[in-house]
């Protein structure tokens, strides 16, 4: 849940010629800083904000600003005024994004970017204002007017970002806050290679930087690599999480006010895939029908209003209307925060915290004997190692929770951090194999420090120059790849509608992967640890459980009833049609043995494929000792789709009807098992 | 199953995590079963010490609530109760003396939980004695009798176990031909597939495995496994622990690769340990019949009537005005990263694991021995070595095909057993999942003053009282319990639902009386008097002046005309709160359309601008 208050942000790029240089073997500035704008507005457009973003170029030929008067503000050219971003934008970037022959004074187009801002916001309510200046600072700049900008910029509450090809600060900032670049991101050092103006005008960012926040100002001074690899940079325009207020409760008389947000929980994906039909992409063409019918062979359809409700309760089915339901289901007495005791913290396991968030909860703000009074539970907590085990109950209409309510203590402030633990019946006791002291299993001492070398060289906590440990792989700052990678796809495909979808971005695929340093540095106890370790892959069953598994080709198999697929193997239609043999095999064994699978068979037009698979299959049956198989078909009553069914078929009921009865007086006549050495994939080659 | 009920149902919804014991698995894998082979002789029936309840109570109690669990989480499983050592008979055949099958192999509901209901405590005691009564033993009789329940099933069964309650190590009394018979059926039902425990219960002269049972009972899967526990259960939570610890046949959601680098990999299985326990889906039926009904779902064109296939349809979003159009398979490859599997990225002490990084509950990973040899080594030397270093290993996971990755911490957990001797936590890595930026939401923290060590200190009296032992399991779900009491009311006639003891509320009372004056004294120490945490908060409160706790109500701060013409002129009236907003419009007595933020503000917009 968010605030519905929304940002406002300029996206002020020098597109000078001295964006355009570069050293040798690197992407010169320009390319850099078009990236990341192209990658931020691809997030803006598809995370679907209300965020409204404004397009400010400086070094351009032209000029087209608000201020430009005699010849002053000259080379400015404001691209996009405040709105919220769309496919046109990603466009105009890709297509009209040029560099230009000009360069411009970047304080200067700072004053512009206030100025859009203070004219365009006018009468609109946004959370907040910030500007993005992305530049090389390779210009001329005049610094009197510098106190008169800072000032103007706290005044109007304007927040400011940096982006520099190189860092401001190398050495200080190297994991000040956390979300410093990592030691290989720094593409050059800061005083090395840089031009008069560019040691100027750094100094002149940190002036300003400085004089706008009380602390980590720099903080907010990127390098463009820092910014395409972590575009979770721009956290500063995320939409607030939503406050609940709510009181926590110790027994009957004490009461303290506070309020929670939810501080960590799983992004998912907040648009769905709509059902279009495939020539006119309309969705009003597709009409979607759902039809009850009873479980009888003649599938009788029943009205919808014929239907009541009704509950599974082991082997009882209870008809239970939802008027009925509702009336009698548990019902909570609305929200509520209630400590329901205190237990030692090493009692609640990691491993046990269920749920999909973490919620922070402080006192509200305006109250500071709520605040006084929660402090003094988060300082009892925490110097006892105990944790508040409460019930939580979001709202009236939710389900109440057991949580764990543990404190926490930061520099800057103090919480409780709640979450949820689970229920009995979400528990499974599942009792596993002892490992250790298991002769067959016990590592030698030459394996165990194979393995502890291994480790050693794959630490990804590494101490840096002055002793201190730097974590080179945090996993918290990588953007989650499946929405970069779904947003690259939506934005080329909108682009550019009759090519196929793009590789994954080489960027994208590297935050995947081990980082490269470690990687180095494990060979060597890699190499041991492969030696010491014999792995033998005993059979790999996926991939042979095809013919012999399904269809019981050796004829002392006890059961060939013991068809088993594997659960995780996922099916779908487009698979099967241009998949590999196995994955068809396995569809259509596992299609044939459940009916749902052959209703959805039925609907899906592979009715064709399915009948001369069939076929196929069924003359098979006497060389190939599947008759066991087959008779789990008639169990099932599993034939050919006809017409009825499917329109695309060609067979009458009759011919379905008789397919399997007939198979069985054949099967009497039947010739010997014959010997066979082909295997079953090629009866499926037709397919 | 899931890809073919997602695709024709939830359309557009993500996989679910946890799909893997949605009914779907048991038609193909088939069905466990479990048979209850409960002793009848006059020995169960004896009151336990200080009257505490007889062996045959415990097991009763113990059966109900493996019943009722299996249909709140299994409800396909299968499940029976056989007596022996009954002087009455009835079984299937009736070819069995003295054996007496209560309920056949069959999925336990409603009636069932209620049969057994009738057999605890003294009433039950004298039903079991008027229908079954208690007489001659044959162990090999009622094994047998047992291995016709099974084979009577058409049903295919996945898991067949058999659970033998009894008190008696000498159930025979020396009859080596009852004994001999006994030991081969044991042998032909485990040649079927059947495995047997023991669940001893105790007996006065202490109870001797090695008299007979351990011949009658299964071998343990694992040779170092404790199988065959020697001590007999005196406390029917025990019972319930052992019995709860075999009676589920784990099930791995999925068996995949683990690379710790180029050419190292080993197998293992991925285990859900905890999942939320949600209400089962309402099921439709058929109104005169109560049979249930199945839907079927088409697509069709909306102006042609023609039935659409899948290569008719394509899948669209729509973002501003531009319309995204993608194949259904475009769709599924845009999640595709990687083969399923984990890969091994390094590893990071314990304390980078941070307790707030929390999205999803955890998985639990064990060696696969059955796909690659060697996997269980390897796997135990890492669990040896980051439990030893106190490490995490962080992989990359994905679990299924299309599906994108994610980051996830490995915690080596190494075996721990309880009082009982019975597994408490098992050997393995804890699978943790990491969030990434995108899950970590920027809260802004709210700053206010701590509290004194005075007030720490009582309110750390106030914890002191108030404090015990968690347990995981020590709650239940009321919303479940609610639902599932309302069921079996329903299903069997019942006036009303039995009540639900609600664990998650509040003992205020027990609470209230413990903490004493604590509460009172923690108020005065924290609150002003006349403060009301519980009321609705009114205006800005300042705290309490130094040395007099009782400052007086401030009067509410009043907002001069000036500030408010300066907020309007900014634009930044958005920044006050509705209260203060109201109250600025009450003071200037300037009406509004209604008491919404943005009402106020159009409001006081319009005064001041004028």
Same mark, same amino acid.
């Given at each position: 849940?968010? /605030?519905?208050?929304?940002?406002?942000?300029?996206?002020?790029? @020098?597109?000078?010629?001295?964006? +355009?240089?570069?050293?040798?073997?690197?992407?010169?500035?320009?390319?850099?800083?078009?990236?990341?704008?192209? =990658?931020?507005?691809?997030?803006?457009?598809?995370?679907?904000?209300?965020?409204?973003?404004?397009?400010?170029?400086?070094?351009?030929?032209?000029?087209?600003?608000?201020?430009?008067?005699?010849?002053?503000?000259?080379?400015?050219?404001?691209?996009?005024?405040?709105?919220?971003?769309?496919?046109?934008?990603?466009?105009?970037?890709?297509?009209?994004?040029?560099?230009?022959?000009?360069?411009?004074?970047?304080?200067?187009?700072?004053?512009?970017?206030? @100025?859009?801002?203070?004219?365009?916001?006018?009468?609109?309510?946004?959370?907040?204002?910030?500007?993005?200046?992305?530049?090389?600072?390779?210009?001329?700049?005049?610094?009197?007017?510098?106190?008169?900008?800072?000032?103007?910029?706290?005044?109007?509450?304007?927040?400011?970002?940096?982006?520099?090809?190189?860092?401001?600060?190398?050495?200080?900032?190297?994991?000040?806050?956390?979300?410093?670049?990592?030691?290989?991101?720094?593409?050059?050092?800061?005083?090395?290679?840089?031009?008069?103006?560019?040691?100027?005008?750094?100094?002149?960012? =940190?002036?300003?930087?400085?004089?706008?926040?009380?602390?980590?100002?720099?903080?907010?001074?990127?390098?463009?690599?820092?910014?395409?690899?972590?575009?979770?940079?721009?956290?500063?325009?995320? /939409?607030?999480?939503?406050?609940?207020?709510?009181?926590?409760?110790?027994?009957?008389?004490?009461?303290?006010?506070?309020?929670?947000?939810?501080?960590?929980?799983?992004?998912?994906?907040?648009?769905?895939?709509?059902?279009?039909?495939?020539?006119?992409?309309?969705?009003?063409?597709?009409?979607?029908?759902?039809?009850?019918?009873?479980?009888?062979?003649?599938?009788?359809?029943?009205?919808?209003?014929?239907?009541?409700?009704?509950?599974?309760?082991?082997?009882?089915?209870?008809?239970?209307?939802?008027?009925?339901?509702?009336?009698?289901?548990?019902?909570?007495?609305?929200?509520?925060?209630?400590?329901?005791?205190?237990?030692?913290?090493?009692?609640?396991?990691?491993?046990?915290?269920?749920?999909?968030?973490?919620?922070?909860?402080?006192?509200?703000?305006?109250?500071?004997?709520?605040?006084?009074?929660?402090?003094?539970?988060?300082?009892?907590? @925490?110097?006892?190692?105990?944790?508040?085990?409460?019930?939580?109950?979001?709202? /009236?209409?939710?389900?109440?929770?057991?949580?764990?309510?543990?404190?926490?203590?930061?520099?800057?402030?103090?919480?409780?951090?709640?979450?949820?633990?689970?229920?009995?019946?979400?528990?499974?006791?599942?009792?596993?194999?002892?490992?250790?002291?298991?002769?067959?299993?016990?590592?030698?001492?030459?394996?165990?420090?194979?393995?502890?070398?291994?480790?050693?060289?794959?630490?990804?906590?590494?101490?840096?120059?002055?002793?201190?440990?730097?974590?080179?792989?945090?996993?918290? !700052?990588?953007?989650?790849?499946?929405?970069?990678?779904?947003?690259?796809?939506?934005?080329?495909?909108?682009?550019?509608?009759?090519?196929?979808?793009?590789?994954?971005?080489?960027?994208?695929?590297?935050?995947?992967?081990?980082?490269?340093?470690?990687?180095?540095?494990?060979?060597?106890?890699?190499?041991?640890?492969?030696?010491?370790?014999?792995?033998?892959?005993?059979?790999?069953?996926?991939?042979?459980?095809?013919?012999?598994?399904?269809?019981?080709?050796?004829?002392?198999?006890?059961?060939?009833?013991?068809?088993?697929?594997?659960?995780?193997?996922?099916?779908?239609?487009?698979?099967?049609?241009?998949?590999?043999?196995?994955?068809?095999?396995?569809?259509?064994?596992?299609?044939?043995?459940?009916?749902?699978?052959?209703?959805?068979?039925?609907?899906?037009?592979?009715?064709?494929?399915?009948?001369?698979?069939?076929?196929?299959?069924?003359?098979?049956?006497?060389?190939?000792?599947?008759?066991?198989?087959?008779?789990?078909?008639?169990?099932?009553?599993?034939?050919?789709?006809?017409?009825?069914?499917?329109?695309?078929?060609?067979?009458?009921? &009759?011919?379905?009807?008789?397919?399997?009865?007939?198979?069985?007086?054949?099967?009497?006549?039947?010739?010997?098992?014959?010997?066979?050495?082909?295997?079953?994939?090629?009866?499926?080659?037709?397919? | 199953?899931?890809?073919?009920?997602?695709?024709? &149902?939830?359309?557009?919804?993500?996989?679910?995590?946890?799909?893997?014991?949605?009914?779907?698995?048991?038609?193909?894998?088939?069905?466990?079963?479990?048979?209850?082979?409960?002793?009848?002789?006059?020995?169960?029936?004896?009151?336990?010490?200080?009257?505490?309840?007889?062996?045959?109570?415990?097991?009763?109690?113990?059966?109900?609530?493996?019943?009722?669990?299996?249909?709140?989480?299994?409800?396909?499983?299968?499940?029976?109760?056989?007596?022996?050592?009954?002087?009455?008979?009835?079984?299937?055949?009736?070819?069995?003396?003295?054996?007496?099958?209560?309920?056949?192999?069959? +999925?336990?509901?409603?009636?069932?939980?209620?049969?057994?209901?009738?057999?605890?405590?003294?009433?039950?005691?004298?039903?079991?004695?008027?229908?079954?009564?208690?007489?001659?033993?044959?162990?090999?009789?009622?094994?047998?009798?047992?291995?016709?329940?099974?084979?009577?099933?058409?049903?295919?069964?996945?898991?067949?176990?058999?659970?033998?309650?009894?008190?008696?190590?000498?159930?025979?009394?020396?009859?080596?031909?009852?004994?001999?018979?006994?030991?081969?059926?044991?042998?032909?039902? =485990?040649?079927?597939?059947?495995?047997?425990?023991?669940?001893?219960?105790?007996?006065?002269?202490?109870?001797?495995?090695?008299?007979?049972?351990?011949?009658?009972?299964?071998?343990?899967?694992?040779?170092?496994?404790?199988?065959?526990?020697?001590?007999?259960?005196?406390?029917?939570?025990?019972?319930?622990?052992?019995?709860?610890?075999?009676?589920?046949?784990?099930?791995?959601?999925?068996?995949?690769?683990?690379?710790?680098?180029?050419?190292?990999?080993?197998?293992?299985?991925?285990?859900?340990?905890?999942?939320?326990?949600?209400?089962?889906?309402?099921?439709?039926?058929?109104?005169?019949?109560?049979?249930?009904?199945?839907?079927?779902?088409?697509?069709?064109?909306?102006?042609?009537?023609?039935?659409?296939?899948?290569?008719?349809?394509?899948?669209?979003?729509?973002?501003?005005?531009?319309?995204?159009?993608?194949?259904?398979?475009?769709?599924?490859?845009?999640?595709?990263?990687?083969?399923?599997?984990?890969?091994?990225?390094?590893?990071?002490?314990?304390?980078?694991?941070?307790? !707030?990084?929390?999205?999803?509950?955890?998985?639990?990973?064990?060696?696969?021995?059955?796909?690659?040899?060697?996997?269980?080594?390897?796997?135990?030397?890492?669990?040896?070595?980051?439990?030893?270093?106190?490490?995490?290993?962080?992989?990359?996971?994905?679990?299924? /095909?299309?599906?994108?990755?994610?980051?996830?911490?490995?915690?080596?957990?190494?075996?721990?057993? @309880?009082?009982?001797?019975?597994?408490?936590?098992?050997?393995?890595?804890?699978?943790?999942?990491?969030?990434?930026?995108?899950?970590?939401?920027?809260?802004?923290?709210?700053?206010?003053?701590?509290?004194?060590?005075?007030?720490?200190?009582?309110?750390?009296?106030?914890?002191?009282?108030?404090?015990?032992?968690?347990?995981?399991?020590?709650?239940?779900?009321?919303?479940?319990?609610?639902?599932?009491?309302?069921?079996?009311?329903?299903?069997?006639?019942?006036?009303?639902?039995?009540?639900?003891?609600?664990?998650?509320?509040?003992?205020?009372?027990?609470?209230?009386?413990?903490?004493?004056?604590?509460?009172?004294?923690?108020?005065?120490?924290?609150?002003?008097?006349?403060?009301?945490?519980?009321?609705?908060?009114?205006?800005?409160?300042?705290?309490?002046?130094?040395?007099?706790?009782?400052?007086?109500?401030?009067?509410?701060?009043?907002?001069?005309?000036?500030?408010? =013409?300066?907020?309007?002129?900014?634009?930044?009236?958005?920044?006050?709160?509705?209260?203060?907003?109201?109250?600025?419009?009450?003071?200037?007595?300037?009406?509004?359309?209604?008491?919404?933020?943005?009402?106020?503000?159009?409001?006081?917009?319009?005064?001041?601008?004028?």
């Amino acid at each position: 849940m968010a /605030r519905a208050a929304k940002s406002a942000l300029v996206l002020c790029m @020098d597109v000078g010629f001295s964006m +355009s240089n570069s050293e040798p073997g690197q992407e010169p500035s320009f390319e850099q800083a078009k990236k990341v704008i192209q =990658k931020f507005v691809q997030r803006q457009v598809f995370a679907e904000n209300k965020d409204e973003v404004g397009l400010v170029l400086f070094g351009t030929d032209g000029t087209k600003n608000g201020l430009a008067k005699d010849g002053q503000y000259e080379n400015i050219t404001v691209h996009r005024h405040l709105m919220m971003p769309d496919f046109e934008l990603l466009e105009e970037i890709e297509s009209e994004l040029q560099p230009g022959g000009q360069q411009a004074d970047w304080l200067d187009a700072l004053v512009v970017c206030m @100025d859009l801002l203070q004219k365009e916001t006018m009468g609109k309510k946004f959370e907040r204002l910030n500007i993005v200046l992305l530049t090389d600072l390779n210009v001329q700049t005049s610094a009197d007017q510098l106190d008169v900008i800072i000032d103007s910029l706290k005044k109007a509450g304007i927040t400011l970002q940096f982006f520099l090809p190189f860092p401001v600060d190398g050495e200080d900032r190297a994991d000040g806050g956390g979300d410093g670049p990592g030691p290989s991101a720094a593409p050059a050092r800061p005083g090395k290679g840089l031009s008069r103006q560019q040691t100027q005008g750094l100094e002149m960012v =940190k002036n300003i930087m400085t004089s706008l926040e009380e602390e980590d100002s720099l903080e907010e001074v990127y390098t463009f690599s820092d910014a395409l690899q972590k575009l979770s940079i721009f956290k500063r325009i995320d /939409r607030r999480p939503m406050a609940w207020p709510c009181q926590l409760t110790i027994g009957s008389s004490l009461t303290i006010r506070i309020v929670g947000y939810k501080a960590v929980t799983e992004e998912k994906v907040k648009k769905s895939w709509a059902i279009v039909e495939a020539q006119s992409h309309q969705r009003d063409d597709v009409k979607r029908e759902t039809v009850y019918c009873l479980d009888d062979d003649n599938e009788t359809e029943v009205q919808k209003d014929d239907t009541i409700q009704g509950f599974r309760y082991g082997s009882d089915i209870v008809p239970f209307s939802k008027v009925d339901e509702d009336q009698m289901k548990y019902k909570s007495d609305g929200k509520c925060f209630s400590v329901l005791g205190f237990t030692k913290q090493e009692l609640i396991r990691r491993h046990q915290f269920m749920g999909s968030q973490v919620v922070k909860v402080f006192a509200p703000r305006d109250d500071e004997h709520a605040a006084v009074a929660l402090s003094a539970l988060i300082r009892a907590l @925490d110097s006892l190692k105990m944790a508040a085990i409460v019930r939580y109950a979001y709202d /009236r209409r939710s389900n109440p929770q057991v949580g764990a309510a543990f404190p926490c203590i930061k520099e800057k402030y103090e919480c409780l951090l709640y979450v949820q633990l689970p229920f009995m019946e979400d528990l499974r006791q599942f009792t596993f194999p002892v490992l250790e002291n298991n002769k067959k299993f016990t590592p030698s001492a030459s394996q165990l420090s194979a393995v502890d070398a291994l480790i050693d060289s794959m630490m990804l906590v590494e101490k840096d120059e002055d002793g201190e440990s730097v974590d080179v792989f945090k996993v918290n !700052h990588f953007p989650n790849p499946q929405f970069q990678r779904l947003f690259q796809c939506l934005h080329h495909r909108g682009v550019n509608p009759d090519d196929p979808l793009p590789p994954v971005e080489p960027w994208l695929k590297r935050d995947l992967e081990r980082p490269q340093a470690v990687s180095a540095r494990c060979q060597t106890a890699l190499q041991d640890v492969k030696t010491k370790f014999p792995l033998k892959v005993v059979v790999k069953k996926k991939e042979q459980k095809t013919s012999a598994d399904v269809f019981g080709s050796s004829a002392d198999e006890p059961d060939a009833k013991k068809v088993k697929v594997d659960e995780e193997t996922e099916f779908n239609l487009a698979e099967i049609a241009k998949g590999n043999i196995t994955s068809r095999i396995d569809a259509f064994a596992y299609a044939l043995l459940t009916a749902p699978a052959h209703n959805v068979l039925h609907q899906s037009g592979n009715a064709e494929l399915f009948n001369s698979y069939m076929q196929s299959l069924k003359r098979s049956v006497p060389d190939r000792n599947l008759q066991e198989f087959w008779d789990l078909l008639i169990q099932d009553a599993l034939t050919l789709i006809s017409k009825d069914e499917v329109d695309g078929s060609t067979f009458s009921k &009759q011919d379905a009807n008789q397919f399997l009865a007939f198979e069985q007086k054949e099967e009497v006549q039947a010739a010997p098992v014959q010997e066979d050495t082909g295997d079953v994939d090629d009866l499926l080659d037709m397919m | 199953m899931a890809e073919w009920r997602e695709y024709y &149902q939830n359309e557009d919804d993500e996989v679910e995590e946890d799909e893997e014991d949605s009914g779907g698995a048991y038609k193909i894998s088939g069905r466990d079963s479990l048979v209850f082979l409960v002793d009848a002789s006059k020995e169960m029936f004896i009151k336990g010490e200080d009257g505490g309840p007889s062996n045959f109570d415990m097991t009763m109690q113990c059966v109900r609530s493996v019943y009722t669990s299996k249909i709140i989480s299994s409800d396909k499983d299968l499940v029976a109760l056989v007596f022996y050592g009954t002087e009455k008979s009835k079984n299937p055949r009736n070819s069995f003396k003295h054996v007496y099958v209560y309920h056949d192999l069959d +999925s336990p509901g409603a009636k069932h939980v209620q049969d057994i209901d009738k057999l605890q405590g003294e009433k039950g005691a004298q039903l079991a004695e008027k229908t079954m009564g208690s007489g001659e033993t044959s162990l090999g009789e009622a094994l047998w009798c047992c291995s016709n329940l099974y084979s009577d099933i058409k049903l295919r069964l996945s898991h067949k176990r058999l659970m033998i309650f009894t008190c008696r190590d000498d159930p025979h009394g020396g009859d080596s031909a009852k004994d001999r018979q006994a030991r081969t059926k044991a042998a032909d039902l =485990k040649e079927t597939g059947v495995v047997i425990d023991l669940m001893h219960l105790t007996k006065p002269e202490g109870f001797d495995v090695s008299l007979f049972f351990c011949d009658i009972v299964s071998p343990p899967e694992d040779e170092s496994e404790l199988g065959l526990q020697t001590e007999p259960c005196r406390k029917l939570e025990d019972l319930q622990k052992r019995v709860r610890a075999k009676e589920l046949k784990k099930r791995a959601q999925s068996r995949l690769t683990f690379s710790l680098g180029e050419g190292v990999n080993l197998a293992v299985g991925v285990y859900v340990l905890a999942r939320t326990a949600t209400k089962p889906p309402a099921v439709r039926l058929y109104r005169d019949t109560n049979e249930p009904v199945r839907t079927k779902t088409r697509y069709f064109h909306a102006h042609n009537g023609g039935i659409l296939l899948p290569n008719d349809m394509k899948r669209s979003q729509v973002y501003g005005k531009k319309q995204i159009v993608m194949e259904k398979d475009e769709v599924d490859e845009i999640k595709k990263f990687d083969d399923p599997g984990l890969v091994l990225m390094g590893f990071k002490p314990m304390e980078r694991l941070k307790l !707030h990084h929390h999205i999803r509950p955890a998985l639990f990973i064990y060696p696969e021995e059955e796909q690659i040899l060697g996997s269980s080594c390897m796997f135990t030397t890492l669990l040896l070595k980051c439990s030893e270093k106190n490490l995490f290993a962080l992989c990359r996971y994905i679990p299924r /095909r299309n599906t994108p990755p994610r980051f996830v911490a490995l915690v080596p957990q190494r075996e721990e057993l @309880d009082q009982s001797q019975t597994q408490a936590t098992p050997p393995g890595f804890r699978v943790i999942f990491l969030p990434f930026a995108d899950d970590i939401r920027t809260v802004d923290a709210h700053v206010g003053p701590t509290a004194s060590d005075e007030q720490v200190d009582k309110m750390k009296e106030i914890v002191h009282k108030l404090r015990f032992k968690y347990r995981s399991d020590a709650f239940e779900n009321p919303m479940l319990q609610q639902h599932y009491r309302n069921l079996e009311a329903l299903a069997l006639d019942m006036l009303a639902p039995e009540p639900i003891e609600d664990l998650t509320m509040p003992k205020v009372q027990m609470m209230d009386d413990r903490l004493g004056p604590l509460v009172q004294e923690f108020k005065d120490l924290v609150y002003p008097p006349d403060y009301n945490p519980e009321g609705k908060p009114a205006a800005k409160r300042k705290p309490a002046e130094s040395g007099g706790g009782g400052a007086e109500k401030k009067p509410k701060v009043e907002m001069s005309e000036e500030e408010l =013409k300066n907020h309007v002129e900014k634009g930044t009236l958005g920044k006050l709160t509705v209260p203060v907003l109201k109250d600025a419009c009450r003071q200037f007595g300037i009406r509004t359309t209604g008491t919404k933020k943005q009402e106020l503000i159009d409001a006081l917009t319009m005064q001041f601008s004028k």
